[in-house]
């Protein structure tokens, strides 16, 4: 591992540096070298791209704050269009300097004000002498704002011939940004995913202060075993540790075993944890309903899952109605009429939801005002949607707009 | 490098380095627009014959500078200026007004900046103009006032001018090129863009006043001038403090474009591309390798460079995903559908895959067409590189992937 180390910056505070960003060394010293001395200049523009949970908004922020560098730090998810962008980052530039007590919200419309008005913000003596730094975080939103907005950024430091580095942070790789007729082209540096061996070392680091690092890694080492596999996101990881350790340490707890009973911390854990995969993973269930589960300590049976089909109460017939539109849908003409009665058959597709509805129910259904505002009302739950024109004079037609799985459970 | 080394190579101390750097990023990073220019002494001559005939003989014109993105249309035409400006009746004479399409978006903000550039808020206050062309012939009227008998020539610059084109009626450039064809202020109209088909794009009565005088740039040089564009472009100039150093750097820059992989780098990249954006890229991420204890560039420095500046972006994220293409008969571990399903979504998200349709509540989820935006290669690729790849995902792709 190479340490860090650079001219510009006394060695403590690389030091302390690279004690917040484990396994991210290289990065972390390949952006140093670019950066240089605080007076120097560095690219206009870097484009950071790589996974969810890779780092890259963590890395840059503490790189950042640590060295002391000034920057100015914006998510474009929150700053959603142009001017809400634009005056944050003048917001935010009033505080980089540390003359202005209060900060006041600069009006900005144009990128054409934005420029002139950010030659004016860093013409303090502490911004004139050092690089600013502007970092776009989830900047794939710059790309549904106005069209000159991502290729003015990315040419910042040309356009205002002052020295910022305007820095792109995204999941979305560059070949998907670059406009039609081309740009200034960034510098493109990819963060690589955690290898299983930089999770491990990562997560263990939050062990809770009762238990030992050693058992904690080993709970680690059983979660990364079952969850590697489908989630690397280092977020979702931490999460799930959190949340199942209280189980793991169990039988602990209760005296039945002690830290380093592997064999009976694995066979207590891993029902469990195969159990989490399925709903709290998925995020079926919320974590309260998850950790409540734990507490109850049986079988949870009918889990009450967030998703569709567990959720949704029909009354009797718009079930029937349901299952008979998706039967309509979806059953190719042919055996539709070998399943069903012939005396029913019509081509009008509302008569024939009706023709299967009278086939799969079992009491006598007549067309009453009352199946038709079901089928209204199913319509609206859009679970059914019209096709065609609302002129048509044989009567609307209708499809299902649910999947199999839906139905089966409707079913049910 | 050994310590005996560094005390030889004498003055390389934190200080001569900083210098370096310091004269090498702003080279590549903030001043390209005015670094050297190499093989268009022809299109620099007929510019600097233009602009001549404005600023001295009183000749309105208008003229477009066309070329691909780096080819050096802004350095050529600050070049030009700068030589111009050495002429005492220019440099007090010449007003200029540059306008660039990335930022003025319309032609209202357009003219505004055209008024601020001219300093000329105060005369035009609060009036209010009926139309685009009464502006600009106030504005112009205006600078003529004062004890000149002729009015001092301005010069237009119009930066990503394609981007003009697209304003409402293109009653900017409409006035512009209509003022420069009249004979009353001697102004002159130049244009910068990318795009070769920029004549096009104009509307008849725009073209109609243009004089259609084109500058093309064309990156016209072949390997060998390269080589000799890397070694300027690298080298310390003679201003710099510390003599016996740069002597030492440039006779190091010498022996690199002697050096086989530093040709066999330099080749790559020409091949890629010529613009000299790339080569600066390159270089700078070579001089940010100069410290102290490494005070001359090698040339595994530009090979390491060389690879940094290559990798296929997409292929990086795709051969972490390589897994969640399983089909669920293919694969060992029993997964869920949904959190297949949940994966799937990631692939979405990351833009790897795309629904060829706008999705709509009509169709089921699950059955949308999808396109997949890599080819067979890149998918190849990514696995050779991925780690601790199961065999049969690896087997399953050489086998689907191989007749196609």
Redesign the interface.
């Known amino acids: 591992m190479p340490n860090l180390e650079h001219?510009a910056y006394p060695a403590a505070t690389l030091l302390q540096l690279e004690s917040l960003v484990p396994c991210r060394e290289s990065q972390v010293s390949?952006l140093l070298?670019?950066f240089?001395?605080r007076?120097?200049?560095?690219?206009?523009s870097i484009f950071i791209?790589?996974?969810?949970s890779s780092g890259k908004t963590y890395v840059m922020q503490t790189l950042l704050s640590t060295l002391q560098l000034p920057h100015v730090f914006v998510n474009c998810m929150e700053c959603f269009t142009s001017r809400l962008l634009l005056e944050e980052i003048l917001t935010q530039l009033q505080s980089c300097s540390p003359e202005t007590e209060q900060t006041s919200q600069v009006p900005c419309d144009?990128?054409?004000d934005f420029?002139r008005l950010f030659k004016q913000a860093v013409a303090t003596q502490e911004l004139r002498d050092q690089t600013l730094y502007i970092v776009l975080d989830r900047a794939e939103q710059l790309r549904e704002m106005?069209a000159?907005i991502l290729?003015?950024f990315l040419?910042l430091?040309?356009?205002t011939d002052r020295?910022v580095t305007v820095v792109l942070l995204s999941?979305?790789?560059?070949?998907?940004f670059r406009p039609n007729?081309?740009?200034?082209?960034p510098?493109?540096l990819?963060f690589?995913?955690y290898?299983i061996g930089h999770l491990q070392k990562i997560l263990s680091q939050n062990h809770p202060p009762e238990y030992s690092a050693d058992f904690y890694s080993a709970y680690i080492n059983i979660l990364l075993g079952v969850f590697y596999?489908?989630c690397?996101d280092l977020k979702e990881l931490q999460h799930l540790a959190a949340l199942n350790f209280s189980k793991y340490c169990e039988p602990v707890a209760r005296g039945e075993a002690n830290e380093r009973d592997s064999r009976k911390l694995w066979k207590n854990i891993e029902p469990h944890l195969k159990k989490a995969?399925?709903t709290v993973?998925?995020r079926?269930i919320s974590s309260s309903q998850w950790e409540h589960l734990q507490h109850d300590d049986g079988e949870p049976g009918q889990l009450k899952g967030l998703?569709a089909h567990t959720h949704v109460e029909l009354p009797y017939y718009s079930k029937f109605l349901l299952i008979a539109a998706y039967l309509a849908s979806y059953n190719p003409v042919r055996t539709d009429k070998r399943f069903f009665l012939k005396i029913y058959w019509t081509e009008n597709i509302l008569f024939l939801l009706l023709a299967i509805l009278y086939s799969i129910v079992d009491n006598r259904v007549a067309p009453t005002a009352n199946i038709f505002s079901q089928i209204t009302s199913l319509v609206t739950l859009?679970l059914l949607?019209t096709?065609g024109h609302n002129d048509q004079l044989d009567g609307p037609r209708y499809?299902c707009?649910?999947?199999l799985?839906f139905i089966r459970a409707v079913a049910r | 490098m050994s310590k005996r080394k560094v005390k030889e190579s004498g003055g390389a101390n934190?200080e001569c380095?900083?210098q370096v750097?310091?004269v090498l990023?702003?080279r590549f990073?903030?001043h390209y627009?005015t670094g050297k220019l190499f093989g268009i002494e022809h299109q620099y001559r007929h510019l600097l014959d233009l602009l001549k005939r404005t600023t001295v003989h009183g000749e309105s014109n208008s003229a477009l500078i066309i070329g691909?993105?780096g080819s050096g249309k802004t350095a050529l035409l600050n070049h030009v200026l700068k030589e111009l400006k050495e002429m005492k009746q220019v440099r007090e004479n010449l007003l200029e007004v540059r306008l660039?399409?990335?930022?003025?978006?319309n032609d209202k903000?357009a003219l505004k900046?055209i008024t601020r550039q001219l300093n000329l808020e105060n005369v035009v206050g609060d009036k209010v103009f009926g139309s685009f062309a009464e502006n600009l012939a106030f504005l112009l009227e205006a600078l003529r006032k004062g004890n000149r008998t002729s009015s001092c020539p301005v010069l237009f610059i119009l930066d990503e001018f394609?981007?003009f084109v697209h304003h409402k009626n293109q009653t900017l450039l409409y006035n512009l090129f209509d003022i420069s064809q009249s004979a009353q202020t001697p102004v002159t109209v130049i244009g910068l863009t990318?795009?070769q088909d920029i004549l096009e794009l104009l509307e008849k009565r725009v073209k109609s006043r243009f004089s259609h005088r084109q500058i093309y740039l064309m990156n016209s040089f072949d390997f060998k001038q390269y080589i000799r564009i890397f070694k300027e472009q690298l080298a310390l100039p003679a201003e710099f403090p510390d003599e016996s150093f740069a002597q030492k750097w440039n006779n190091n820059v010498q022996h690199l474009s002697e050096d086989k992989t530093v040709q066999d780098v330099l080749q790559n990249l020409f091949h890629y591309t010529k613009d000299l954006?790339?080569l600066h890229?390159l270089l700078?991420?070579a001089v940010?390798?100069v410290?102290?204890h490494h005070p001359l560039i090698t040339a595994s420095d530009l090979h390491e460079a060389s690879k940094?500046y290559r990798?296929d972006?997409?292929a990086?994220?795709v051969h972490?995903f390589q897994?969640f293409v399983q089909r669920k008969a293919h694969c060992m571990?029993n997964?869920?559908?949904?959190?297949v399903m949940?994966?799937f979504e990631?692939l979405i998200?990351?833009?790897l895959v795309r629904p060829i349709e706008r999705p709509n509540?009509?169709?089921?989820?699950?059955y949308l067409l999808m396109k997949l935006l890599l080819d067979n290669t890149q998918i190849m690729d990514a696995l050779q590189a991925y780690?601790n790849c199961p065999v049969d995902v690896k087997q399953w792709a050489a086998s689907s992937l191989s007749w196609l």
């Not at chain 1, 007729?181 to 082209?185: H, I, K, L, S």
């Not at chain 2, 997964?335 to 959190?339: D, G, L, M, S």
Request: glycine share 4%; proline share 5%.
């Open positions: 001219p390949l070298s670019i240089g001395e007076q120097h200049f560095s690219f206009p791209y790589g996974h969810t144009t990128f054409n420029v106005e000159n290729p003015a040419r430091q040309e356009l020295n999941e979305i790789v560059w070949e998907l007729t081309g740009c200034f082209e510098f493109t990819y690589p995913d290898s596999m489908v690397r995969m399925q993973y998925l079926e998703s859009q949607s096709v499809k707009t649910v999947s799985d | 934190g380095i900083s750097q310091k990023r702003e990073c903030h627009a691909s993105r660039n399409g990335l930022l003025q978006t903000v900046e394609d981007l990318c795009r954006r790339s890229l700078m991420l940010s390798n410290t102290v940094q990798v972006s997409r990086n994220i972490e897994k571990y997964f869920e559908k949904p959190v949940k994966a990631h998200q990351l833009e509540i009509r169709a089921q989820r699950e780690p």
